[in-house]
């Protein structure tokens, strides 16, 4: 069995190495290498892991034009949601569609999960402000976003994934804290069309996204196309 993962990521490294020749190391699902100008330097499944964009981008996620850009209403309006449902917004930096969703579930709670606290401080700020009771917080980590085993119905991740440093572990941890049947929605800028203005790294294309996903035994249930620069990926827990 170690036999045929060394050969597989010996496989891995060099054709990762086609384009990046100065791969240096690699351990059981990670290869090491000099960072790109937007990537840390780690490949997972032949993908680059991008950099985090951080608090002090805020403003970006929170600018006026971008209902109209990427259709975030259509976004929303397509969420597989009911009013009693349990959501955790993964990377929910300014909490963009952590607040439309506490809406969507009256009778449910949004989990709100960063790993940066002051992410969150803005969020518990606005919920103050505004007087909203079912947004709850999470501080995460890079490796786990700090859910209960089959606590959530719904996972939305929105132009996130593609920035974890530890893509397999979250998946893991991702995976397991859906209850069964439950579902992760995956939004990625398309990796596969060139007229969409975001950098190669903060893309991913739906055979990467699949991948992925699968690895972690999430299955693809639909792919939305109604949004005019990313997937709308549905992934779901297998019933038992």
Same mark, same amino acid.
């Given at each position: 069995?170690?036999?045929?993962?060394?050969? #597989?990521?010996?496989?891995?490294? !060099?054709?990762? %190495?086609?384009? %990046?020749?100065?791969?240096?190391?690699?351990?059981? +699902?990670?290869?090491?290498?000099?960072?790109?100008?937007?990537?840390?330097?780690?490949?997972?499944?032949?993908?680059?892991?991008?950099? @985090?964009?951080? *608090?002090?981008?805020?403003? /970006?996620?929170?600018?006026?034009?971008?209902?109209?850009?990427?259709?975030?209403?259509?976004?929303?309006?397509?969420?597989?949601?009911?009013?009693?449902?349990?959501?955790?917004?993964?990377?929910?930096?300014?909490?963009? +569609?952590?607040?439309?969703?506490?809406?969507?579930?009256?009778?449910?709670? @949004?989990?709100?999960?960063?790993?940066?606290?002051?992410? #969150?401080?803005?969020? %518990?700020?606005?919920?103050?402000?505004?007087?909203?009771?079912?947004?709850?917080?999470? =501080?995460?980590?890079?490796?786990?976003?700090?859910?209960?085993?089959? %606590?959530?119905?719904?996972? =939305?991740?929105?132009?996130?994934? *593609?920035?974890?440093? /530890?893509?397999?572990?979250?998946?893991?941890?991702? !995976?397991?804290? #859906?209850?069964?049947?439950?579902?992760?929605? =995956?939004?990625?800028?398309? !990796?596969?069309?060139?007229?969409?203005?975001?950098?190669?790294?903060?893309?991913?294309?739906?055979?990467?996204?699949?991948?992925?996903?699968?690895?972690?035994?999430?299955?693809?249930?639909?792919?939305?196309? +109604?949004?005019?620069?990313?997937?709308?990926?549905?992934?779901?827990?297998?019933?038992?």
């Amino acid at each position: 069995m170690r036999a045929t993962r060394y050969i #597989l990521l010996t496989v891995t490294a !060099a054709l990762i %190495s086609l384009t %990046s020749p100065t791969i240096a190391a690699a351990d059981d +699902f990670y290869v090491y290498g000099k960072a790109s100008r937007d990537g840390i330097g780690k490949y997972y499944m032949g993908r680059e892991i991008s950099h @985090v964009m951080g *608090h002090l981008g805020a403003a /970006w996620l929170e600018r006026p034009t971008r209902e109209r850009e990427e259709r975030t209403d259509r976004l929303l309006k397509n969420l597989p949601l009911a009013p009693d449902s349990v959501v955790a917004d993964i990377g929910a930096g300014t909490g963009y +569609f952590t607040f439309p969703m506490a809406k969507q579930v009256p009778e449910g709670r @949004v989990l709100a999960v960063d790993i940066q606290q002051e992410m #969150l401080n803005i969020i %518990s700020a606005r919920m103050a402000s505004e007087g909203v009771s079912n947004i709850q917080p999470v =501080l995460g980590s890079e490796r786990d976003p700090g859910l209960e085993p089959s %606590s959530v119905d719904l996972i =939305l991740l929105v132009d996130a994934y *593609h920035e974890f440093a /530890w893509p397999r572990e979250m998946g893991i941890a991702m !995976a397991r804290s #859906l209850k069964p049947g439950g579902r992760l929605v =995956l939004i990625e800028y398309r !990796a596969e069309d060139p007229s969409v203005p975001i950098k190669r790294l903060h893309k991913m294309s739906v055979k990467q996204a699949l991948r992925e996903m699968e690895a972690v035994g999430l299955k693809l249930e639909r792919n939305g196309k +109604f949004l005019p620069q990313q997937h709308f990926m549905v992934f779901r827990r297998a019933l038992p």
